[in-house]
């Protein structure tokens, strides 16, 4: 069982994606819990304030850790260091960030065996560096560019985490030899091809007609190592 919490502006982002695979299944069957925390519910004021203006000066405004921690507070109960809360090897604790490490297959892989994972979406011109440093046990980027905001990265996450759990798929040797798995030593998978044989004059490989098992197999591996 896995459970997801997602501390976040805009949970009504992510709700969409629960009712749809692989997330559905997974929840359906008891496999996953996502639970989605409003950042604003731990706002510093009654108007909801959850940012701040960067000291130093700089454009844009930073997500506060005020309510960051708070919001950690309330999955993690109360904690006065929160070096006590990066230390537990238990927590996996991932600040979305561009400035993180960028996530891949072997990442989700690893994920996917934890029992409990609390992503921290960020939004406007970033966080507070000492949400990075403090809160966190690792800061994750899904690649090298800027988004205005870590739901997306958070989703991206989520659907690789979620989509290796047994029970989210239905037939689990699908997700043995593709892309970047360990089945394929982390190589992007061959080609794939479907009917028709032709379509405009767009053909088949005529190897993958032949019916010719051992031939067919020596083509999937030349196209992985071209
Ligand atoms: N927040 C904004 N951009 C991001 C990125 N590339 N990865 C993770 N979180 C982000």
Redesign the pocket.
């Known amino acids: 069982m896995l459970t997801i919490n997602i501390i976040t502006l805009f949970p009504e982002l992510i709700e969409p994606y629960l009712e749809r695979l692989p997330f559905s299944r997974a929840i359906e069957k008891g496999a996953l819990e996502v639970n989605l925390i409003q950042l604003k519910n731990y706002a510093i004021d009654e108007r909801g304030t959850v940012d701040g203006r960067p000291y130093g000066g700089g454009v844009g405004m930073l997500l506060r850790i005020e309510p960051v921690w708070q919001a950690l507070e309330s999955v993690y109960g109360a904690f006065d260091n929160p070096e006590k809360i990066q230390a537990d090897l238990e927590n996996t604790i991932i600040g ?3 400035s ?1 490490k960028t ?1 891949t297959q072997k990442k989700a892989q690893e994920l996917s065996k934890k029992s409990t994972i609390t992503l921290i ?2 939004r406007y011109e970033g966080m507070d560096a000492r949400i990075k440093q403090h809160l966190t046990t690792e800061n ?11 739901e997306i ?1 958070a989703l991206a996450i989520m659907e690789a985490v979620v989509r290796l759990l047994p029970e989210a798929i239905e037939k689990e040797e699908a997700t043995l030899l593709e892309s970047f798995s360990q089945g394929l030593d982390q190589k992007k998978e061959y080609p794939q091809f479907t009917r028709p044989e032709t379509y405009k004059g767009l053909a088949v490989p005529e190897v993958l007609l032949s019916g010719h098992h051992e031939k067919i197999k020596k083509w999937q591996k030349d196209q992985i190592n071209s």
């Open positions: 979305l960030t561009p993180g996530f979406c960020g994750i980027s899904i690649g090298n560019y800027v988004l205005s905001g870590g990265p």
